[in-house]
């Protein structure tokens, strides 16, 4: 079993910043992938950013430049650091972790950027 535990969501203004974390624990052996997606209301689940155990990391056109993603190996643990948030950042941001070829999905925390 693979737990993913997810803070640092919740209300910013337009141009405000926030720093999502998600811890993993459990069975982790082989950690490809670790990540962030987010969906909004009436829309996909898309892609934020995400970054592999060697330091590879792909941003969705819409954050590049506004966002940074990181990971601490040590501790499994990935960060999201997101600036100048705006109104159409608003969503639930879900943690992903690719272990061997098995995905696992955090629970979701909700952002809202609004004045």
């Known amino acids: 079993q693979v737990q993913l535990v997810e803070s640092g969501g919740g209300l910013v203004q337009p141009g405000g910043s926030l720093t999502l974390s998600c811890a993993a624990s459990?069975?982790?052996?082989?950690?490809?992938?670790m990540g962030w997606y987010r969906q909004a209301p009436g829309k996909q689940r898309e892609l934020v950013a995400a970054i592999t155990g060697s330091g590879t990391v792909n941003y969705a056109n819409s954050v590049k430049g506004r966002v940074t993603i990181s990971r601490d190996n040590a501790k499994n643990t990935v960060y999201l650091q997101m600036n100048s948030l705006q109104p159409e950042d608003t969503a639930v941001y879900y943690c992903?972790?690719?272990?061997?070829?098995?995905?696992?999905w955090g629970q979701g925390t909700q952002v809202t950027v609004s004045s």
């Open positions: 459990g069975s982790i052996f082989r950690i490809t992938v």
């Open positions: 992903h972790l690719k272990v061997g070829i098995v995905n696992y």
